[in-house]
């Protein structure tokens, strides 16, 4: 149905991006490392639409490299060496 309805409405650029979300949210939910990786990159680097929240992206990046997902681990090290989660960030967890 997803699917379907971002077909046919190929003109709504929102409608697309919430439904795009929207699955990722749902494979998320199954513990799928894409989901979560895609959840935290959407929240680090503010694309579908999603306004930047680099504490909640730690947190869905976090899930995803806890299940080896590379670029998970290498956008959450980010985080840490650009010192982007305030006194959180550790550059030796960065590394």
């Given at each position: 149905?997803?699917?379907?309805?971002?077909?046919?409405?190929?003109?709504?650029?929102?409608?697309?991006?919430?439904?795009?979300?929207?699955l990722?949210?749902?494979?998320?939910?199954k513990?799928c490392?894409?989901?979560?990786s895609?959840?935290?990159?959407a929240l680090?680097?503010?694309?579908?639409?999603?306004?930047?929240?680099?504490?909640?992206?730690?947190?869905?990046?976090?899930?995803?490299?806890?299940?080896s997902?590379?670029?998970?681990?290498?956008?959450?090290?980010?985080?840490?060496?650009?010192?982007?989660?305030?006194e959180?960030?550790?550059?030796?967890?960065?590394?």
């Amino acid at each position: 149905m997803a699917f379907r309805c971002a077909e046919t409405n190929k003109d709504d650029e929102d409608l697309e991006s919430r439904t795009l979300m929207y699955l990722l949210m749902k494979s998320a939910e199954k513990d799928c490392a894409l989901g979560l990786s895609e959840i935290g990159a959407a929240l680090m680097y503010c694309y579908q639409n999603v306004e930047q929240n680099d504490a909640l992206a730690s947190y869905w990046l976090e899930r995803a490299a806890a299940k080896s997902e590379s670029l998970a681990m290498l956008s959450q090290g980010r985080l840490h060496v650009e010192h982007r989660l305030g006194e959180q960030s550790s550059l030796d967890t960065g590394k």
